[in-house]
């Protein structure tokens, strides 16, 4: 409980509709909190919130009837400084949010970070992340820019050292 009121382990929010997420921002008002807001309906009318209480979003996994506009909402949003992660059920879901972030105007860089390092740099609870001389590491060969979906895996260490 001392690493959560620290803010050393992240808390996660289920809030989607409007109510509910003034309800956890005000919930985490004033507090030392990690707070990532899960698959919120909307984003517009709270990012100045998000922002100002440095609560972070967790992005739904992209569907057919997810809505163009919610895309470029996000970009907006970490555009100011708001923090994203990316949800989903696998690695092509996940490169499919990302590619339609960066089809709304998110830099290629920032989708490639959300996908590889991010996650790690914001879940890491306090230990060191990245590449470390002697540290094991994965290595994985794509045939072009992960982004493009078209690309295929060509290679993974799974695991070799």
Known sequence: MAAVQSGALP??????????????????ADTNLQVWVCTPNQLRPFADRFLQQQ???????????????YFHDLVQAHRTGVRLLLA????TSLRTTASALVGAGLDRASGRRLLMIDA??????????????G???????????????????????????
């Open 88 to 91: 989903g059920d696998g690695g």
């Open 120 to 133: 790690a740099k914001y879940l890491a609870h306090g230990q060191t992340i990245g590449l470390a001389a």
């Open 11 to 28: 808390v996660f929010v289920d809030a989607r509709a409007d109510a509910e997420i003034d309800a956890a921002l005000r919930l985490v």
């Open 55 to 69: 609560v972070g979003v967790v992005v739904p996994p992209t569907v057919q009837t997810t809505y163009e506009w």
């Open 135 to 161: 540290a094991h590491a994965d290595l994985i060969v794509w045939s072009a820019d992960p982004l493009d979906l078209s690309s295929q895996l060509l290679w993974h260490s799974r695991g070799e050292q």
